[in-house]
T-cell receptor
Framework: DTGVSQDPRHKITKRGQNVTFRCDPI?????LYWYRQTLGQGPEFLTY????????KSRLLSDRFSAERPKGSFSTLEIQRTEQGDSAMYLC????????????FGPGTRLTVT | AQSVTQPDIHITVSEGASLELRCNYS??????LFWYVQSPGQGLQLLLK??????LVQGIKGFEAEFKRSQSSFNLRKPSVHWSDAAEYFC????????????FGGGTRLMVKP
C-alpha cells in the first residue's frame, strides 16, 4: 500500500494561467475527495467521486474549477484563469466507499498564484 | 449543516506534561468524529476515529479521545507529550450520508517546550 499520492507537490503560477493537479488513490479505494486548505484554516470540502461519477460539488467550486476521474482511478483537478485567491493547499483523500468512513489524505499540492 | 469548533488556536505545553485539545461539534444526529494531525507542509494523518460504541477511543501515538454527547465534545488527550508531537491538530465531523464528506475545525497548533 503506497498511500495517496499527489503531483506536483508545489506549483507556482502567474495569475490568469491554468493549472492541473493529479491525485492517485490507494488501490481499491473507490471514493476520492478534494479539499482546499488556506493558510491557518482547516481543510474545506470541494468535491467527491464514487468511482468515475462526480456525486457532489461544494459551492466553493466555482466555474473555473473542474475535476475528473475518467477511469475511476486517478483524478485531476483543473483551475482555469487562476486568481490570487486560489493560492492554497489542495488535498486529495480517498476511502474504500460504502460503510467506510475514515479518509486517507495525500501530501497535498501547494499552489501559489503570483 | 454540521460545524466544528476548536476553541484554542495555539497551545504550548512542556515536554512530558499532559495535553488536552478541545473540540466541539454541531450535528443533527450521532456523528462520525475524527482527529487528524498535520506536520508543516504535509497532508493529514488520521490519529483516531469514533463511529459508535465505547465513547473512549484509542488512537495512534498514545492519543485518546472521549465522545461526550451531552456536551457535543470530542476532546483529544495524551498523558505525556513528546517533542515530536508538535504539529497542527484538526478535529473533523463526518456526515452520515452518502458522501461522508468531512467538516473540519480551524485547527489547534501545538508547541512543545523542552
Amino acid at each position: 500500500d503506497t498511500g495517496v499520492s499527489q503531483d506536483p507537490r508545489h506549483k507556482i503560477t502567474k495569475r490568469g494561467q491554468n493549472v492541473t493537479f493529479r491525485c492517485d488513490p490507494i488501490s481499491e479505494h473507490n471514493r476520492l475527495y478534494w479539499y482546499r486548505q488556506t493558510l491557518g484554516q482547516g481543510p474545506e470540502f470541494l468535491t467527491y467521486f464514487q468511482n468515475e461519477a462526480q456525486l457532489e460539488k461544494s459551492r466553493l467550486l466555482s466555474d473555473r474549477f473542474s475535476a475528473e476521474r475518467p477511469k475511476g482511478s486517478f483524478s485531476t483537478l483543473e483551475i482555469q484563469r487562476t486568481e490570487q485567491g486560489d493560492s492554497a493547499m489542495y488535498l486529495c483523500a480517498t476511502n474504500l466507499g460504502r460503510n467506510s468512513y475514515e479518509q486517507y489524505f495525500g501530501p497535498g499540492t501547494r499552489l501559489t498564484v503570483t | 449543516a454540521q460545524s466544528v469548533t476548536q476553541p484554542d488556536i495555539h497551545i504550548t505545553v512542556s515536554e512530558g506534561a499532559s495535553l488536552e485539545l478541545r473540540c466541539n461539534y454541531s450535528y443533527g444526529a450521532t456523528p462520525y468524529l475524527f482527529w487528524y494531525v498535520q506536520s508543516p507542509g504535509q497532508g493529514l494523518q488520521l490519529l483516531l476515529k469514533y463511529f459508535s460504541g465505547d465513547t473512549l477511543v484509542q488512537g495512534i501515538k498514545g492519543f485518546e479521545a472521549e465522545f461526550k454527547r451531552s456536551q457535543s465534545s470530542f476532546n483529544l488527550r495524551k498523558p505525556s507529550v513528546h517533542w515530536s508531537d508538535a504539529a497542527e491538530y484538526f478535529c473533523a465531523v463526518g456526515a452520515r450520508n452518502a458522501g461522508n464528506m468531512l467538516t473540519f475545525g480551524g485547527g489547534t497548533r501545538l508547541m512543545v517546550k523542552p
